[in-house]
């Protein structure tokens, strides 16, 4: 017995040293596919079709909606002649001057409506003698300027193409800090691309880039090129178009600006309606109300707009204001900052009589102005 039992066991391990031989060597005679693609390696895989990052966290959605409405805008200026080109004097001393290079230039704009119009910056299309459009799905046309307003870095295209992908506007009123957004441009012309943030900021003023300001600010990547671009939500909704970086290499350092698309909203259905944007004006030189302004004309330091000077002659001197008055508010709007004045005073209609609550002193009054028409001033130089 005790033989047989050691034949049995030297059988055994003769027979597993050849299965692991043929195993190792020759694995299809067992049966084993050693094409490639299988792992002899243990691992949980996903199944086929399904994508990492399409879940919760993803903005893919988001971009596929809105990336369609998002195009590259192109310009092109013809260079300035000399005008001492074809004097023999000039060419005897100077020589025959190699002729100037056309200017380009590189934008982006929103298609947000299927009749063709294309939101975007005025300064991407300001003085252009061509202004070319190309969308994501490659097509490219000529556009038309519609109107511009310099003072918000707004203007309106039109483009004659036919099944248009159009963007969905959203409410940017309903904006809050630490909401995450999208940029969708075609920054320095590598192509259509799409950056993530927050809203860092609501509301920024004061920052010398258009005359009316009411800037949203991002850290969501924006650079050059990506001017009259799409700001947009985790819904592929339009919140604003993306107007300035603050820069001192030329490039994104995580502070951006968009203009609302409120704002937009309003300049762009003037200009379709109109061929521009009317606003009110009434003559005034405001300040913000600081304590020492508000000792130097004896008034309450509170809230409101200091007017410091009035124009003779102007809407708001026929009405009665004088130096030294508090607006608080302007049309039932309260102000409390100088933008806030100006941005009330300019959505007033011309001709039409509005309301001003004024403080002068101690007494409260409520003066009825008329306000004029606010001629358009050159563009502000941008930065």
Do not use: C
Request: charged share 15%; proline share 6%.
């Amino acid at each position: 017995m005790k033989r047989l039992w050691l034949l049995f066991a030297q059988t055994v391990t003769v027979l597993v040293g050849i299965l692991f031989v043929v195993a190792t060597l020759q694995p299809q005679w067992l049966g084993r596919s050693s094409q490639r693609g299988l792992s002899v390696i243990p691992v949980f895989e996903a199944p086929a079709g399904i994508v990492s990052g399409g879940g919760a966290g993803s903005f893919r959605e988001a971009a596929k909606l809105a990336s369609p409405a998002v195009v590259s805008i192109n310009t092109s200026k013809a260079p300035a002649e000399n005008p001492h080109t074809n004097d023999p004097w000039f060419r005897f001393f100077f020589g025959d001057q190699a002729p100037s290079q056309p200017q380009s230039g590189l934008g982006s704009g929103v298609i947000v409506s299927p009749a063709g119009y294309v939101l975007t910056n005025n300064h991407v299309i300001e003085e252009a003698d061509e202004i070319q459009v190309i969308l994501n799905d490659g097509r490219q046309t000529v556009a038309q300027v519609i109107g511009t307003d310099p003072e918000t870095d707004l203007a309106i295209l039109k483009i004659g193409l036919t099944d248009l992908p159009v963007i969905t506007l959203g409410q940017s009123d309903e904006l809050q800090i630490g909401d995450q957004v999208l940029a969708i441009g075609n920054p320095f012309g590598v192509g259509q691309t799409v950056t993530s943030g927050i809203v860092s900021a609501l509301g920024r003023t004061q920052l010398g880039i258009n005359t009316f300001e009411n800037f949203i600010q991002t850290d969501a990547a924006i650079n050059p090129g990506n001017s009259g671009g799409a700001l947009v939500d985790t819904n592929g909704h339009l919140m604003g178009i993306n107007t300035a970086i603050y820069s001192r290499s030329g490039g994104s350092m995580g502070i951006g600006f968009a203009i609302p698309t409120s704002t937009a909203r309003t300049v762009m259905e003037a200009i379709v309606k109109d061929g521009k944007v009317t606003r009110g004006w009434i003559g005034v030189e405001p300040q913000d109300l600081s304590p020492e302004l508000a000792e130097s004309f004896g008034v309450r330091s509170g809230q409101g707009v200091i007017i410091t000077g009035v124009l003779q002659n102007g809407p708001a001197a026929q009405a009665g204001m004088r130096p030294g008055d508090v607006v608080t508010a302007v049309a039932g709007k309260e102000v409390k900052t100088v933008p806030d004045l100006l941005a009330a005073v300019a959505s007033l209609k011309p001709g039409e009589k509005a309301t001003l609550d004024v403080q002068r002193r101690e007494t409260g009054l409520k003066i009825d102005v008329v306000p004029g028409q606010r001629n358009v001033p050159r563009a502000p130089t941008r930065r």
